[in-house]
C-alpha cells in the first residue's frame, strides 16, 4: 500500500495543495533576476570591428553610432564624433544586427512539467483572437540565456488547436509585456491538417476516417475565412453591427488591405505546403509557410506565388526512410538557390532559441552562402515579420538594436561582448553565467586551479 492510502482524505487534500502551492512558488521564483536596462543618455559609436549592415555588403574596420535608441551612422570609422560620445572598441570582432528568431513559444512556454508556466494553448481550436503580446512572460528565465546568444527579437506564435491565435514580435528586453512589443499583431496562425493518412502502428483511425475528419478540417479554416470576409463586408456597411472579435482579428489577413498581414501555416511536408499555397491563392491571403521541410520540393510554385518560409530547425534527421541523410541540412541552400525567402528559427519546445546560429551553421556546412546565412539570422526574418523598418539591418533611422561578437555567430566558441535592444546596453548575463561564476568562486576559495 502506498503511504498516501493510509492518509485521511481531508489530510490528503490539505498535503496535495500544500505541495501545489510549494510548486507554484517554487515556480515563481524561477524568474529573470537581470535589471532591465535604462534609455540611452549618450551617443554610443562602436569601431574598428567588421560590420555586418546586411542590406549591404560588410565593412572592413567600420564604425556604427547610435543616439536616442536610432542609429545615425554606418560606414567606415569617422574622428568627427559627437560631444561626449562613448568609443567602443570592436578591433577584430563582429557588429551585426540583433539575430531573429522566426517562431518559438518563448515567453509562452517555460517548464513543459509544469501546467501554470505553459501559456500557448488557448481553450478550443479556433481562436484567432488569442495575442501572445499580452500573455508573454517578461520574468522568463529562457530570455537572458536567449539574449547571451545575440539573438534579441522573436516571432512569438501559440501552437494548439487549428487557428491558435496571432503572432507578435518580441524585442527581448524590458520591465512589461508592452515594453517588450514591437509589433503585437503580426498576423495570424494556422496548423494545417495532415493531407495524407497515417498507416503507423499506433494510429486507430481508418484510412477513410482520417480523410474525413481532413476535409473537415480544411472544410473548418475555409469556413472562417468565409465568414471573416462576410462580417466586414457587413460591418463596413454598418457601424452599428455587433464587434466580433473573432473576425475582426482575421480583418487584417483579407485581400485588399493597404496593409495586409500574413497568414502563418504551419505545414512540413509537400502536400500540406501545396494546399495551404493554393488555398492561400484562391482566397488572395499572404501565405507564409512555417516549418518547410519539403519547401524545396515545391520552390516553383512558392515562386510563383511569392511565398516565403520560416524554417522551424535542420538539425533534424530526414523525415522519409529513402531521403539522403542531408535532406534536411540542406534545405537553406536549396531554398537560397531558389530564390524563395527564408529565415530561421530553433523549432524547440520550449523556447530555447539560444542554438539558433548553429543551425545556420550547419547549413553553411552543407552549401549554403555566408552572406545569406547572415541575411537568414537577420533581415529576412524582420521582413518576413513585417519589422524590417525598424530592426534585422544595420542602416541609419533604424533601431540600434544590435551586438558585437566576437566570432561568427555560428561558431560554437563565439561570444557576445555586448548588445543593445533600441540603444539600451542589455545586462547578458543569465542563470547559467552566475551558476559558472558562483563555482568558479568555490574552488578558488578552495584553492583549486585548473591544473589540478
Known amino acids: 500500500m502506498a503511504v498516501t492510502d493510509m492518509i485521511p482524505n481531508m489530510i490528503r487534500g490539505t498535503l496535495r495543495g500544500a505541495i501545489a502551492m510549494a510548486t507554484i512558488t517554487g515556480t515563481a521564483r524561477a524568474q529573470d533576476l537581470t535589471v532591465t536596462a535604462p534609455e540611452q543618455t549618450e551617443a554610443i559609436a562602436i569601431l574598428g570591428g567588421t560590420v555586418h549592415p546586411i542590406a549591404g555588403e560588410p565593412i572592413e574596420d567600420g564604425m556604427v ?16 564624433l559627437p560631444m561626449g560620445t562613448r568609443q567602443i572598441d570592436a578591433m577584430g570582432k563582429h557588429v551585426m544586427p540583433g539575430m531573429i528568431s522566426g517562431t518559438t513559444a518563448l515567453g509562452l512556454s517555460e517548464i513543459q512539467a509544469l501546467k501554470q508556466t505553459e501559456d500557448y494553448d488557448e481553450t478550443g481550436a479556433i481562436t484567432p483572437e488569442a495575442l501572445p503580446a499580452v500573455a508573454f512572460n517578461p520574468d522568463s528565465t529562457l530570455m537572458p540565456v536567449t539574449r547571451s ?6 516571432g512569438v506564435m501559440p501552437r494548439g488547436g487549428r487557428v491558435p491565435g496571432r503572432a507578435s514580435v518580441m524585442q527581448l528586453e524590458g520591465w512589461t509585456n508592452h515594453d517588450l512589443a514591437l509589433l503585437p499583431d503580426a498576423g495570424v496562425v494556422v496548423n494545417w491538417p495532415n ?3 497515417v ?30 470576409e462576410a462580417y466586414v463586408a457587413e460591418r463596413d456597411a454598418d457601424s452599428a453591427r455587433a464587434v466580433d472579435v473573432r473576425l475582426e482579428a482575421l480583418r487584417p489577413t483579407l485581400e485588399g488591405n493597404s496593409d495586409q498581414r500574413p497568414v502563418f501555416v504551419r ?5 500540406q505546403i501545396t494546399s495551404a499555397v493554393r488555398w492561400g491563392a484562391e482566397r488572395g491571403l499572404d501565405i507564409v ?16 506565388h511569392d511565398v516565403d518560409v520560416m524554417l522551424t530547425g535542420i538539425n533534424t534527421f530526414p523525415k522519409r526512410a529513402d531521403a539522403p541523410y542531408d535532406a534536411v541540412y540542406t534545405v537553406p541552400a536549396k531554398l537560397e538557390a531558389a530564390g524563395i525567402r527564408w529565415c530561421l528559427s530553433n523549432g524547440d519546445d520550449p523556447g530555447h532559441e539560444r542554438s539558433m546560429p548553429h543551425h545556420a551553421g550547419k547549413a553553411i556546412a552543407f552549401g549554403l552562402d555566408r552572406a545569406a546565412a547572415w541575411r537568414g539570422l537577420t533581415l529576412s526574418a524582420a521582413e518576413i515579420l513585417g519589422v524590417d523598418e ?8 533604424k533601431d540600434a538594436t544590435l551586438s558585437v561578437i566576437d566570432g561568427e555567430p555560428w561558431e560554437v566558441t563565439s561570444r557576445v561582448e555586448a548588445a543593445f535592444i533600441g540603444g539600451r546596453e ?16 568555490k574552488y578558488r576559495q578552495l584553492g583549486v586551479t585548473r591544473e589540478d
Open 195 to 197: 493531407m495524407r493518412p
Open 199 to 228: 498507416t503507423a502502428w499506433w494510429m486507430e483511425m481508418s484510412a477513410g476516417e482520417q480523410k474525413k475528419r481532413r476535409n473537415e478540417q480544411l472544410a473548418q479554416i475555409d469556413g472562417l475565412w468565409a465568414q471573416a
Open 390 to 397: 525598424r530592426v534585422g539591418s544595420l542602416e541609419v533611422g
Open 149 to 154: 546568444a545575440g539573438i534579441l527579437v522573436a
Open 289 to 304: 509557410i512555417v516549418g518547410g521541410r519539403d519547401a524545396p520540393m515545391v520552390s516553383d510554385l512558392l515562386k510563383a
Open 426 to 441: 542589455i545586462d547578458l548575463s543569465n542563470k547559467q553565467s552566475k551558476l559558472a561564476d558562483k563555482y568558479r568562486e
Open 65 to 80: 553610432i547610435f543616439e536616442n535608441g536610432v542609429i545615425t551612422y554606418v560606414g567606415p570609422i569617422r574622428t568627427n
Open 267 to 271: 505545414a512540413q511536408d509537400i502536400d
